[in-house]
Each structure stands twice: as C-alpha cells, then as structure tokens.
C-alpha cells in the first residue's frame, strides 16, 4: 500500500489541467479539420475552421508536430500517470475500479455482443455526421 502524501494531492488537479493544455491545440486543429468539411469554406462556421487549419499548417514543421503528435503523447502520459496514482493511493477507489472489472469481464467475454455494441457506436456516429451534413447543406 503506498503512502498519501499531501503534496501529491495538490499536484494532481495541476497535472491534470496541464494534461488539458497540453492536448487542448491538436483538439482545435483536429475539430477545425473535421468542422471546415461539413460545408463549403466560403460560410461560416467553414470559413472561420478553415483559417484555424490553414494557421497550423503554416507553422514551422517541427511546432507543427510538436502541438499535433508530441503535447498529446505529453497528455496522455501525465493523464495516465495521473489516474495511475489516484488508484493507487486510494484503497476505495481502487476497490471499486476492482468491482467495476469484475462486474464488466462477463460482458467483455461475449464477444458478439461487444462487436454489436462498437458497431452500433460506429453507426450512430455516422449517421449522426451524415445529419448534420444534411443540415448543414
């Protein structure tokens, strides 16, 4: 069992919401990507998506990969790290993260059901895309 130590705790949300910046610019670069095709770039939102993207790819190839590829492996590390160390240093949390694994593994073993279950996720998420397409015009 490991020790709390207070200063951890008080590292935790900082970390966090560093894990939040560090992510937040390729989350922008890839929303603007995705929002600027869902109509043509001379409207709006489009427009304004458009120049997000176009803004990034005028940046120096190595800040480039830096904001898209390099601050979100920064993320996912210190958000791993994050939850790595709040399960461990929890006794409860870790209990129910035990309970909730044991109560999933009957589910995640059927697997029929967990395809149908991505399916269906993928589906909707096409459709939905489609809609607003739609919409959109």
Same mark, same amino acid.
């Given at each position: 069992?490991? /020790?709390?130590?207070? @200063? ?6 900082? %970390?966090?919401?560093? +894990?939040?910046?560090?992510? !937040?610019?390729? +989350?922008?670069?890839?929303?603007? =990507?995705? $929002? @600027? /095709? #869902?109509?043509?770039?001379?409207? /709006?939102? %489009? @427009? ?8 990034? *790819? ?7 990969? $830096?904001?898209?590829?390099? !601050? ?5 590390? *210190? !958000?791993?790290?994050?939850?790595? @160390? ?8 870790? $209990?129910?993260?035990?309970? #909730?694994?044991?109560? #999933? ?18 589906? +909707?998420?096409? *459709?939905?895309? #489609? =809609?607003?397409? =739609?919409?959109?015009?």
């Amino acid at each position: 069992m490991h /020790q709390n130590h207070p @200063r951890s705790y008080e590292l935790r949300p900082l %970390a966090a919401v560093a +894990a939040l910046v560090l992510i !937040a610019p390729a +989350a922008l670069f890839f929303g603007a =990507a995705i $929002g @600027r /095709q #869902l109509q043509p770039v001379e409207h /709006q939102p %489009a @427009r304004a998506l458009n120049a997000i993207v176009e803004g990034y *790819l005028a940046l120096p190839p190595a800040v480039g990969v $830096g904001l898209v590829i390099v !601050a979100p492996a920064a993320a996912l590390l *210190l !958000a791993a790290f994050v939850v790595w @160390r709040t399960v461990a240093t929890d006794p409860a949390l870790a $209990g129910d993260v035990d309970r #909730l694994g044991v109560a #999933l593994a009957p589910i995640l073993r059927r697997r029929t059901l967990l395809l149908s279950v991505i399916v269906c996720c993928g589906a +909707a998420g096409i *459709l939905l895309f #489609l =809609a607003v397409h =739609a919409v959109v015009g």
